[in-house]
C-alpha cells in the first residue's frame, strides 16, 4: 500500500490525528473492553483521516475528533 493511500493527507497529519486520539482516548474512563486503547486509536485516527480525505481545516479539527471519538463509542 503507498503511502498516499494508508495516509491520505499525508503522514504528518495521520500522526497529529493518532496523537490527538490518543491523548483524548487516554484521558477518558473508557470501558474494560477498551482499556488498550491504542488498537482502537490507530483504527479510529487511519478512518478519520479517511472520512476528511484533503479537507482544509478552519480551526475545527480537535472539536472534530472529539465528536468522532464520542460517536465511535456509542458504537462500543
Not at 491520505?8 to 497529529?16: A, D
Not at 468522532?68 to 463509542?73: A, P, S, V
Amino acid at each position: 500500500m503507498t503511502e498516499e493511500i494508508k495516509y491520505p493527507n499525508g503522514l504528518r497529519n495521520y500522526l497529529e490525528t493518532l496523537v490527538m486520539m490518543s491523548a483524548e482516548l487516554g484521558d477518558r474512563d473508557l470501558p474494560m473492553h477498551l482499556i488498550n486503547y491504542i488498537d482502537p486509536a490507530i483504527e479510529w485516527a487511519e478512518e478519520f483521516e479517511q472520512i476528511h480525505n484533503g479537507r482544509v481545516w478552519d480551526g475545527d479539527w480537535f472539536d472534530a475528533i472529539l465528536d468522532f471519538i464520542d460517536e465511535k463509542m456509542l458504537e462500543t
